[in-house]
Each structure stands twice: as structure tokens, then as C-alpha cells.
Antibody, heavy 120, light 113 residues
Framework: DVQLAESGGGLVQPGGSLRLACVAS????????MHWVRRAPGKGLVWLSG????????NYADAVKGRFTISRDNAKNTLYLQMNSLRAEDTAVYHC?????????????WGQGTMVSVSS | DFVMTQSPDSLAVSLGERATINCKSS????????????LAWYQQKPGQPPKLLIY???IRASGVPDRFSGSGSGTDFTLTISSLQAEDVAVYYC?????????FGQGTRLEIK
């Protein structure tokens, strides 16, 4: 089966940093737009950022612009999210998502997610 | 930003009955150049990542049962489950992807009556 597997979550103090990674397998990662989406406890889904297939274009939600950086390494089939200046409101499960990785024109492959907790 | 508003927030339906969830966008998600509505529906069960159900407003994703259907165009959309099964208990989200920031509805919690 096609798969995305996130890592790098954990507990961090406010103002701290974390780098999430997401490894793709069994689909054409280098041909897909990739995204990060989060879900805070008791809340809904929020899109954070996207990056095009070759990494030359990125988009960000206002809530994370200037603090988070999305990047990718197609040789390693890996997507990254560098998160700086973390706040309590960044506490959430973070999912990496592929657009069209399974031939459906939407967010059709989701990772299980990695939990990020921001607290002192 | 495109604001996506779902109704109702929660819904209880008897097994075998029809469930209907609505989604309204603050702006049209219809792209005139290809006549596609950039609207998707997702299902999220507890402890699982979201799962794509419908894209282009009405196209079922691979492997999705045909009791799930999507309809609508422009700003108003509907997800219908024709005959509710126990495994359909979940939170359902609509999403627009015609423009960034990509936005989701607030979610609709579907339960068994």
C-alpha cells in the first residue's frame, strides 16, 4: 500500500523548535504536491503549508507564515516541516498529505500523524 | 480567504437511513476553464487520519462505497450517505482547494440514532 510516515513530534517549550519529517513509500512522491495539515485537540482540520513537486513553490497559512518552513528531498522521498517560535496554540497532531499520490485529484494519501505538544 | 461552513454541526441517523451533510463556500469554487468544482469531502474516524471520499465535488475516490455521493456546484454542496452503516460513524469535512489558503469546513459529527 502507498504510505506516508511522520516523525519528529514531541513535547517542546514555548518558543522552541521542532523539525518534522515524513517519509513516502510506494507512490511517485517526486511528482506530487505535498502538504502539512494539523488537528488541534477538539478542533477541526487546518491546512498549514504546501510545496510543489520540485520544491520551487511553497504556500503557507497566515498562522504559521514566518515561523514554519516546508521543504522536501525527492532523492530521499522525504517531506519536512521546520517549526520555530512554537506557541501553545500549535499543539496538535500534524499530518503530511499527498495530493494525487493515488490518482485521485485531492488529498488522497494521509500519514497517521505525529503529535506536537507545546507547553512549559 | 474562502470560508467553508458545514451544516449541521452534528447529525444522528438510524441505520439504513439517509444522511445528508451540507457545505457552503463563501466564494465559488468552480473553475470556469475546466468546469471543475475544487471541492472535496473527507471522513475521519477516531484515532485515524482523514480519508478522501469525494473530489471534484462528485467523483468518488478509489475504493469508496457507492452509498457515498457528492453533489452541488459553485458555492453549495452536499454529501449524501444513502443507507447509513455502523462503520460510517465519523466526523466529515468539506474542503476547497481552488485557492490558498486551502480551507476546511468545521466538521460534521455523524452518529447512529
Amino acid at each position: 500500500d502507498v504510505q506516508l510516515a511522520e516523525s519528529g513530534g514531541g513535547l517542546v517549550q514555548p518558543g522552541g523548535s521542532l523539525r518534522l519529517a515524513c517519509v513516502a513509500s510506494r507512490f511517485s512522491f517526486s511528482n506530487c504536491w505535498m502538504h502539512w495539515v494539523r488537528r488541534a485537540p477538539g478542533k477541526g482540520l487546518v491546512w498549514l503549508s504546501g510545496i510543489n513537486a520540485d520544491g520551487s513553490r511553497t504556500n503557507y497559512a497566515d498562522a504559521v507564515k514566518g515561523r514554519f518552513t516546508i521543504s522536501r528531498d525527492n532523492a530521499k522521498n522525504t517531506l519536512y516541516l521546520q517549526m520555530n517560535s512554537l506557541r501553545a496554540e500549535d499543539t496538535a497532531v500534524y499530518h503530511c498529505v499527498a495530493f494525487g499520490g493515488n490518482s485521485n485529484d485531492a488529498f488522497d494519501i494521509w500519514g497517521q500523524g505525529t503529535m506536537v505538544s507545546v507547553s512549559s | 480567504d474562502f470560508v467553508m461552513t458545514q451544516s449541521p454541526d452534528s447529525l444522528a441517523v438510524s441505520l439504513g437511513e439517509r444522511a445528508t451533510i451540507n457545505c457552503k463556500s463563501s466564494q465559488s469554487v468552480l473553475y470556469s476553464s475546466n468546469n471543475n468544482n475544487y471541492l472535496a469531502w473527507y471522513q475521519q474516524k477516531p484515532g485515524q487520519p482523514p480519508k478522501l471520499l469525494i473530489y471534484w465535488a462528485s467523483i468518488r475516490a478509489s475504493g469508496v462505497p457507492d452509498r457515498f455521493s457528492g453533489s452541488g456546484s459553485g458555492t453549495d454542496f452536499t454529501l449524501t450517505i444513502s443507507s447509513l452503516q455502523a462503520e460510517d460513524v465519523a466526523v466529515y469535512y468539506c474542503q476547497q482547494y481552488i485557492n490558498t489558503p486551502i480551507t476546511f469546513g468545521q466538521g460534521t459529527r455523524l452518529e447512529i440514532k
